[in-house]
């Protein structure tokens, strides 16, 4: 009921207390793209994962690499500064 000068409101739940968050998983990067991403050939990441350089993951029967391994993979190849 609403009286003269008064505004009634009402309180809407929008969110439901139950729902459960997720968790966006990081991407995978595949042979292709991480040589696109590192503007080298495929021939040079294969040679860095035989080299154990490289660390990737194998699904099923492909590899894949995650943001992680390519952070790893610059860690390990980064030149000293005076080169």
């Not at 050939?41 to 894949?64: H, P, Q």
């Amino acid at each position: 009921m609403q009286i003269a000068g008064q505004v009634e409101t009402r309180q809407v739940s929008t969110e439901n207390d139950c729902t459960e968050k997720t968790v966006p998983m990081p991407p995978l990067f595949t042979i292709s793209e991480l040589a696109d991403y590192l503007q080298v050939s495929t021939a040079t990441v294969y040679r860095l994962m035989r080299d154990g350089v490289l660390v990737g993951v194998r699904i099923g029967s492909s590899l894949r690499f995650t943001q992680k391994n390519i952070e790893d993979l610059l860690e390990n190849c980064a030149i000293d500064a005076d080169l």
